[in-house]
């Protein structure tokens, strides 16, 4: 299914906002496949044999979303960086309680390079050491930490990142460099 008109996505994002519950249930079948294909890429970073599948991350993520009534919804691209939020949640908690399962063992694994896009010596890292990481950066800087989130694990791009948090894309672009740079360095830490 292509991906409706922006304006149509808004204005059922606002009659939502206004307290039309049923507004989440015309949106939501029109994002399904966009909001699939994400949930898809962040299982391909996860470790093989993961019991979640895409259909039940994307779903868990609408439940939480479904309760989210205090937001200010503006565009197409805010809502997608929520239910990228939300699926990093799902993934790290659930990441989490594997690893309080096993007692440490079995960590996801996710190289740095493939997420980041950076250099190809990069060690592996595990999804909830990323988490930890993107913590600290937002208790550093917010916006920095947020542009990570929405591009790397909200898969929009530099003008849809700009466009949800009302910056230039040049600022995305500084930012978003600057950001892949300290998380590395985090990462890398012994």
Known sequence: MATPP??????MLVDWQNGD????????????????RLAQGYLRRERPGHTLQATALVNEAYLRM???????????????????QMMRRILVDHARS???????GGQPRLSLDEAM?????????????????????????PEQS????LRF????????????????????????S???????RELTKE
């Not at 519950?21 to 699939?36: F, K, N, Q, S, V």
């Not at 594997?98 to 440490?104: D, I, N, Q, S, V």
């Open 98 to 104: 594997h690893l309080y399962a096993k007692r440490g």
């Open 178 to 184: 600057t950001a892949k740079v300290w998380l590395l």
């Open 21 to 36: 519950r049923e507004a989440m249930g015309r949106l939501m079948p029109l994002l399904y496949d966009e909001l699939h």
């Open 117 to 141: 896009g950076l250099a190809a010596k990069t060690p592996d890292l595990d999804l909830v050491a990323l988490d930890d990481a993107l913590n600290r950066l937002a208790e550093v800087d």
């Open 66 to 84: 479904v309760d989210q009534t205090r937001m200010r919804w503006q565009n197409r691209a805010q809502f997608v960086g929520l239910a990228a």
């Open 146 to 149: 947020r542009i990570v989130e």
């Open 6 to 11: 922006p304006k149509d996505v808004t204005q």
């Open 153 to 176: 694990f909200g898969g929009l791009t530099i003008e849809e990142t700009a466009e949800a948090l009302g910056i230039s894309p040049a600022t995305v672009k500084r930012e978003w």
